[in-house]
């Protein structure tokens, strides 16, 4: 553990600026969105728009390319601009990462297809609710199947990258992940409680 703490730069500025990203990106929308659920126009003002569906999209579409895109390059600059660990610079490491990269990748998408694109990507915060709970493929795996996925992506390209600041970051990613759940999780029970209770009344 000494021997890989060593080769990791913590006072590098990419570093800084990576773990900065990761942080942001979970801890973003679940706050914030928490702070202003009761009043959606002003977060949907944010992003220049209004409260249409079509809007709404356009919403979700600029929080994305923000928030994720960002934290991908600012992790893959990071890695890059720090040394290769020699002790996983070796074919099993290389296979393993591979093999968690499949995973991951599987994981996202399959989570991507069950759930839509607004379905993913927060349209719930801007009020495009989904029909009901989805409990197929991966959700009838593992609970925050798409966290989970990008996390075992981003280990997969430490791991192929022999990158020991790479494995850093990754763990700060799941443990970010894992405090993002804890908000994220009754938030959006809360949410769809409140239109259950709406139709009851309507």
């Not at 929308?29 to 220049?48: D, T, V």
């Not at 591979?98 to 719930?124: E, H, Q, R, Y």
């Not at 809360?190 to 139709?199: A, H, L, M, N």
């Amino acid at each position: 553990m000494e021997s890989l703490l060593k080769l990791i730069n913590f006072y590098d500025t990419s570093f800084f600026i990576a773990v900065m990203a990761i942080i942001f990106n979970p801890l973003f929308w679940n706050l914030q969105s928490c702070g202003w659920k009761k009043n959606k126009r002003k977060y949907s003002r944010c992003f220049g728009s209004d409260q249409s569906s079509n809007k709404s999209f356009s919403d979700c579409s600029k929080l994305w390319v923000i928030v994720d895109v960002l934290t991908k390059h600012c992790m893959t600059i990071a890695m890059k601009a720090q040394p290769r660990w020699e002790l996983m610079n070796r074919a099993e490491v290389f296979y393993a990462g591979t093999a968690l990269i499949v995973a991951g990748t599987v994981l996202v998408v399959s989570s991507f297809l069950a759930l839509g694109f607004t379905g993913t990507f927060l349209g719930d915060y801007f009020g495009i609710l989904l029909d009901e709970k989805v409990t197929v493929f991966p959700f009838n795996v593992m609970e925050n199947p798409m966290y989970w996925g990008s996390t075992a992506n981003y280990l997969g390209l430490a791991l192929i990258g022999a990158s020991p600041v790479g494995l850093i970051l990754t763990a700060t990613v799941a443990a970010v992940y894992k405090v993002a759940i804890q908000f994220e999780g009754p938030f959006t029970a809360q949410i769809y409680r409140e239109r259950s209770q709406s139709r009851k009344h309507e």
